[in-house]
C-alpha cells in the first residue's frame, strides 16, 4: 500500500521555523513530481510549493515565496518544506501529495494524511 507520511509540525511563534518531512514508500516517487499543499481551518486547499522529480525545477505560491524552501532527497524518498519567518496566516493543516504527471497537468495521485503547523503571534 502506498504511503506518504508526514512530520516535523507543531506550535511556534511568529518569525519562527519549522521543517516538515515527507517520506514516501514507494521508490518510484522519486520520478514523480512532489508538492506541498495546506488547509487552514474553514478554507479550501491550497497550494504551496513543488518540485520536479529531480529538483530541478521549483514553484511556489506568493504568500510563501521567499520565506518557503521545498527540496527532496531521492536516496531517502523525502521531500521537504523548509518554513521560515512563520506567520499566523500560515497555520494550516499541512499535506504531501506525489504526482507522475503533476507538473504538466497538476493532477496529484496518492496524498499524506497531514500535519499540523500551528503559528502564535
Known amino acids: 500500500q502506498v504511503q506518504l507520511v508526514e512530520s516535523g509540525g507543531g506550535l511556534v511563534q511568529a518569525g519562527g521555523s519549522l521543517r516538515l518531512s515527507c517520506a514516501a514508500s514507494e521508490r518510484s516517487f522519486s520520478t514523480y513530481t512532489m508538492a506541498w499543499f495546506r488547509q487552514a481551518p474553514g478554507k479550501e486547499r491550497e497550494f504551496v510549493a513543488r518540485i520536479t522529480w529531480n529538483g530541478g525545477m521549483t514553484s511556489y505560491a506568493d504568500s510563501v515565496k521567499g520565506r518557503f524552501t521545498i527540496s527532496r532527497d531521492n536516496a531517502k524518498n523525502t521531500v521537504y518544506l523548509q518554513m521560515n519567518s512563520l506567520k499566523p496566516e500560515d497555520t494550516a493543516v499541512y499535506y504531501c501529495?506525489?504526482?507522475?504527471?503533476?507538473w504538466g497537468t497538476g493532477r496529484y495521485d496518492y496524498w499524506g494524511q497531514g500535519t499540523q503547523v500551528t503559528v502564535s503571534s
Open positions: 501529495a506525489v504526482g507522475r504527471t503533476a
